[in-house]
């Protein structure tokens, strides 16, 4: 894929240093009530000879080209709309202007406006113009406001948007809904996600600079997918520019905590870790990918084995360097075939270091029970050292090529990889073994997406009121985690030793997953007239195929006797492997279940076909309704890798023939600027592969087993929105929205009180229920003499129960409890204060997120549950123009420094669980523009 994107990005750069030509007016028409693009408007520039002038397209874009310098009157017109004339343009040679319009519609006689040149720059806000016209619900943040608050990805954008948090610093929760009930998209297309026990898409694999804006659905509309219920998240990667732009950017930044650092804790890994990318270090020796034979069966080829394997399983230390990113993207416009073509080539480094070294974990089990007594008895208390080193590349392609006014076809081609080193060190007190604890982590982490969008856009009859939208993608997602390493061992008072009836044996787990996505949208848009007024009727389909392949492998570190001094490095010497060792009747050895292996290893598919329609319908000047359908027929299969003739052999199939799901949307205008809405629909949540597959996974990182089920059951939801908000100038607003959820057998993560360890079992419960209030205002302080400032927040309030059987292994104890839904939160906060000064070339911003406590862990038996406590969040940014074509940034992340924690709470007292900070990150960057 890099030979395509580097003989497409030479072909267009080149473009851009031959075609030179006279100065360009492009620019955008649209209505200034409801957003919509006028087609076919006639924008001319007065007293030119012979005329020159154009006709906006489909999209509602002009271009008039070849215009003579000097200074300019341009008019725009259509039928039905006032005529808008922009006087005093300014237009050097080769010049590229940018003016749009925003039209009225006239009631009485046809009015003539006429604004400056400057004037007319003052359009809408992009964001509210799609927001005030959506048929749905929606918010959303654009680049412009990313750019503003400093956020490097999608993940930390998402924050900002009324009723959405991140979880784990990756998953989208919308509305205090876990990342199984939101489904997200890039340009309206399905990818899949990286993590096999998610059931949505990592949202920090995006960064910042090729996000155009992202949208969040909260109601359901017919031509969306029906598997959410939170929301339904897009990201909209930048399109091309209407004229040549070049940036440049790049960062640094300091965290006392984690850079600069000689303690950073990691170990010594491949030569290309520094791209996120695993040179065969940590691959599986050769000789050990066949058959491993079992102690005394072929000791010398078991002893081979086992010397080829990296010695490495203790951490390390190292000095760590600055954060860094950097950043690069170029795009115009230009003619090919005398028709336009549009391009965009964007390209991203980064490099984080997170590290601390107070971190906490324990463990507590509620014992003596009597009554409502009770006591807290510590299991586990540790301290926890922790390094991680992040690295992001991205790279994207879109052009997009006008064939004729009626007609256009684009393309995206994107690339993200990531990589994670992390390394962990805990030591502590595991008290009911009476023993003192070390336990080692090392792990490695690359992540890859590519993506590969066709779409298109045409105008398919005479009359120019029947419109075809397409899109059609394929996405190969794959993650691979080489060599994740696990080294355990203890001391009772006398000696080092290593006890693996008290804890697993030291281990290395291998896993990789490649995951392929295929998506083809159609989207018909008939205009009609009903009842007098012009309405759409919308109908398409879709195709959805999904595969994925999951292979893990495990080798145990067993021995015969072999005394362990406290040292790893000693323990693993060359002497110490089997027959060499002298001080043991067998040394170390590695040992591997391809029985279990395959026995864990899957295969899935799943295919989705889908049908809609819906009727946009206006009844006067001040309704609308959306109503419509959507079918869906879903097929799922699942196996793992055992031999079809072996007991152990497992496979499911889930098939869900029909689906119909009803959607109505209701908007009622009390002003042009202030709407009333109403919405009603059914959506649905399938359980993830992982969920379905019928085995018990081990979570190494979390310590737990996790056990899927085959017969789940889909989750049918019935959702209620109320909504009202009101709109002003300059991307000012303010909304009010009540919501309700009623879920039929949703799926929780149970903890099985039968089994001694620690082991979930995914179940379907009888039902649940989410309600909440949304508010959001952003607004400038323009009666104070402050148009520059621009203050906003939004704030959630919910409520969710679920109704759980909860088993105390104790007869007569079962009893039906209520409690919070997995991963909800009570309420979320989001606020920020901008400012911005176009004249000086200076802005600034303040932004502040928490969110209510979280159900993380649900414990066994009588044991309080585990919740993530609030994590006040707050950042600083500042910006200032030097000269024409540079920016200076200055940043201060996680300023307030609050602890990470996750808590038991019994009897008004709190337990830690888990606890870390992070520490405050200063950055300073500068940007390079030129347009």
């Given amino acids: 894929m890099k030979h395509i994107y580097l003989t497409i990005l030479l072909l267009l750069t080149a473009q851009i240093f031959i075609s030179a030509q006279d100065g360009t007016i492009r620019g955008k028409i649209f209505d200034r009530n409801t957003g919509e693009e006028i087609i076919g408007a006639t924008i001319v520039i007065e007293g030119t000879s012979p005329l020159i002038g154009a006709v906006s397209d489909f999209d509602g874009n002009f271009s008039l080209e070849n215009i003579p310098e000097g200074k300019l009157d341009i008019k725009c017109s259509f039928i039905s709309y006032e005529t808008k004339i922009v006087k005093g343009i300014l237009l050097a040679p080769n010049d590229v202007k940018l003016i749009d319009f925003s039209l009225n519609q006239h009631t009485e006689a046809i009015k003539e406006v006429v604004a400056s040149a400057s ?256 006591t807290m008895n510590p299991l586990i208390i540790e301290t926890e050292r922790n390094g991680e080193e992040e690295i992001l590349m991205s790279f994207l392609l879109g052009a997009s090529y006008k064939l004729s006014d009626n007609s256009k076809i684009g393309v995206t081609l994107l690339r993200n990889t990531s990589g ?301 929105d109320l909504r009202w908000e009101y709109f002003m100038q300059k991307g000012q607003i303010v909304s009010v929205s009540l919501f309700h959820k009623y879920f039929n057998k949703p799926i929780e993560l149970i903890d099985d009180p039968r089994a001694n360890n620690p082991e979930f079992h995914y179940v379907n419960v009888e039902n649940s229920s989410l309600y909440g209030v949304e508010v959001e205002i952003r607004k400038r302080l323009v009666f104070f003499g402050l148009e520059n400032l621009l203050i906003g927040g939004n704030f959630t309030l919910l409520k969710s129960e679920v109704e759980v059987v909860e088993d105390y292994g104790i007869e007569n104890r079962n009893v039906i409890t209520r409690r919070p839904m997995y991963g909800q939160a009570p309420w979320v906060v989001n606020s920020f204060v901008t400012y911005e000064n176009k004249d000086i070339k200076f802005s600034s911003s303040m932004a502040f997120n928490v969110t209510g406590k979280k159900l993380a862990v649900v414990t066994k038996g009588e044991t309080p549950n585990i919740y993530s406590q609030p994590v006040p969040n707050m950042n600083f940014n500042i910006s200032k123009g030097l000269g024409k074509r540079f920016i200076a940034k200055f940043a201060i992340k996680n300023i307030l420094n609050n602890d990470y924690k996750k808590t038991y709470t019994y009897d008004n007292q709190k337990y830690i669980f888990q606890s870390h900070k992070l520490g405050r990150t200063y950055s300073l960057g500068i940007s390079y523009l030129l347009k």
């Fill in 119 to 374: 004037a007319i720059r003052n359009t809408e806000n992009s964001l509210q113009t799609i927001q005030k016209k959506s048929a749905s619900f929606v918010n959303g943040i654009s680049s412009q406001h990313i750019s503003r608050l400093g956020d490097s990805d999608a993940s930390s954008a998402l924050k900002r948007v009324s009723g959405v948090s991140i979880g784990n610093g990756k998953y989208v929760f919308v509305r205090g809904l876990s990342d199984r009930y939101s489904k997200v998209t890039l340009n309206g297309a399905e990818i899949p996600g990286l993590d096999p026990n998610k059931n949505t898409v990592q949202m920090d694999i995006f960064p910042s600079n090729i996000i155009d804006n992202i949208i969040v659905h909260k109601t359901f509309t017919p031509e969306l997918p029906a598997s959410f219920a939170g929301g339904y998240v897009n990201v909209a990667t930048k399109s091309f520019p209407t004229k040549f732009t070049l940036q440049f950017s790049t960062s640094f930044g300091y965290n006392p905590n984690a850079n600069l650092r000689d303690d950073f804790i990691s170990y010594k890994g491949g030569k290309l870790d520094a791209l996120g990318i695993d040179d065969g270090t940590r691959a599986i020796p050769g000789l050990a990918t066949g058959g491993i034979p079992f102690l005394y069966e072929n000791n010398d080829k078991l002893d081979n084995i086992s010397s080829s394997f990296n010695k490495i399983m203790g951490t390390s230390d190292k000095t760590s360097f600055l954060n860094h990113s950097h950043s690069f993207s170029v795009g115009n416009q230009v003619k090919l075939f005398d028709k336009p073509l549009g391009f965009i080539f964007s390209s991203s480094y980064s490099r984080n270091f997170k590290y601390y070294d107070d971190g906490t974990y324990s463990k507590y089990s509620l014992v003596n029970t009597s009554g409502n007594a009770g």
């Fill in 420 to 720: 994670l080193i992390a390394a962990k060190n805990r030591e502590g007190n595991k008290i009911e073994d009476d023993i003192y604890m070390y336990e080692n982590t090392l792990g490695f982490q690359e992540r890859s997406l590519n993506s590969i969008q066709l779409n298109g856009k045409h105008i398919i009859n005479a009359k120019k009121d029947l419109e075809l939208e397409w899109i059609s993608s394929y996405t190969l997602s794959k993650q691979s985690e080489p060599d994740l390493r696990f080294f355990n061992y203890d001391n009772d008072g006398a000696s080092f030793q290593i006890s693996p009836n008290a804890y697993p044996a030291p281990a290395r787990f291998y896993r990789h997953m490649d995951e392929k996505n295929i998506d083809n949208k159609l989207h018909f848009t008939k205009a009609v007239k009903i009842f007098g007024n012009n309405a759409k009727i919308k109908f398409g389909g879709a195709y959805t195929y999904k595969s994925r392949n999951s292979d893990s492998r495990k080798f145990d570190i067993l021995s015969q006797q072999l005394g362990f001094n406290g040292n790893i490095e000693d323990y693993l010497s060359d002497g110490n492997i089997g027959q060499e060792s002298q001080d043991a009747t067998y040394g170390f050895y590695y040992q591997n279940d391809p029985l279990t292996d395959d026995y864990n290893s899957y295969n899935a598919s799943e295919s989705l076909v889908a049908a809609y329609a819906m009727l946009d319908l206006p009844l006067g000047k001040k309704i609308r309704i959306v109503l419509g359908a959507r079918y869906e027929y879903d097929y799922t299969f699942i196996e793992n890798n055992v031999e079809p003739s072996h007991h152990k052999r497992v496979m499911a199939e889930h098939i869900y023939p029909m689906d119909i799901l009803p959607a109505v949307n209701l908007k009622y205008s009390l002003s042009k600027s202030m709407n009333i809405r109403l919405a009603y629909s059914g959506t649905l949540a399938r359980p993830s592969f992982r969920e379905i597959a019928p085995y018990a996974y081990y979570d190494f990182k979390e310590g737990w087993r996790v056990v899927g089920e085959p017969d789940l059951q889909r989750t049918l939801i019935n959702n209620t």
